[in-house]
């Protein structure tokens, strides 16, 4: 009889881990922490929470995703998404366990990576990382911990990630296209935006994959970057339309949806015009490809 491993979740709370849970479980005995039982910021609880649970893999989605905020909060921001994810990095490797970490489009400037044509083109996970803003910064600072460990790890980067709980740009739009007459949503922003549940689904098969025990000698050993978004590409002010397109407002009068280039709105954190993603890797490593983001969104608003 196999034992199934012990699984440490953090952030359970939030969109993504509310999802991972459920994906999860069918891995192994999942332990979800919550910010309240584990405060990332407090370090030395957070190596004694790993101590006592002693897992085999770690999932950390938990992360300081106030991107405009964090402008002004950056040592939080280090906090949570460059010291902590090092610090589980470490009792991984002292562990010899397997930790995985979600990263972020926005460790790219978003105005370079084109083709000799001069179009923009998406992502590679080995293109130079230059983030515009304090988020992307300590993001970035959060993969070059984890990789200064040697411990074995998976970092998923993704982007414009959305569900049907938590704050998200969906659920703004919902909210405010019935709100308001009119609306000016960014429209010269390329991304790809991603269902926190395909993101979940995506890890558990590629953590079932892996096998167990993950500590295996001789075991295939993929560790590295990955690129981990809903398939296609779309501007905020697309995105946008197609929630209107997909809700149902009743009697209400639909807002009308207004495109206007980044410069129109400014906001404390530079955002990068080009997030789109490529995700070859993990479909040649994997064989792991999300679903078109349009069809993604249509399945979170029916069973959302």
Known sequence: MSIRPRILLTGANGQAGWELQRTLSCLGEVVALGSSAMNLTDTAAVRQRVREIAPAIIVNPAAYTAVDKA???SELAHAVNAVAPGVLAEEVDRLGALLVHYSTDYVF???????????????REDDACDPINVYGATKLA????????GCRHLIFRTSWVYGARGSNFLLTMRRLTRERPELKIVADQIG??????????ATALVLGQLGSPLSQS????PWGVYNMTNSGETSWHGFAEAIQALDVP??????RLLPIPSSDYP?????????RLNNDRLE???GIRLQDWRVALAQCMDVG
């Open 250 to 255: 009743g009697e209400t009068q639909a807002a």
């Open 142 to 149: 959060g993969e070059h911990a984890i990789q200064a460990t």
């Open 71 to 73: 402008e002004s909060e």
């Open 218 to 221: 001789g075991a295939r050993e």
């Open 267 to 275: 906001s404390p954190a530079r955002r990068p015009l080009n997030s």
């Open 109 to 123: 400037n978003g105005s370079g990576a084109v083709l000799d044509s001069g179009e923009a083109r998406p992502w």
């Open 284 to 286: 040649h490593t994997f």
């Open 192 to 201: 790809a935006p991603t269902w926190c549940r395909d993101l979940a689904e």
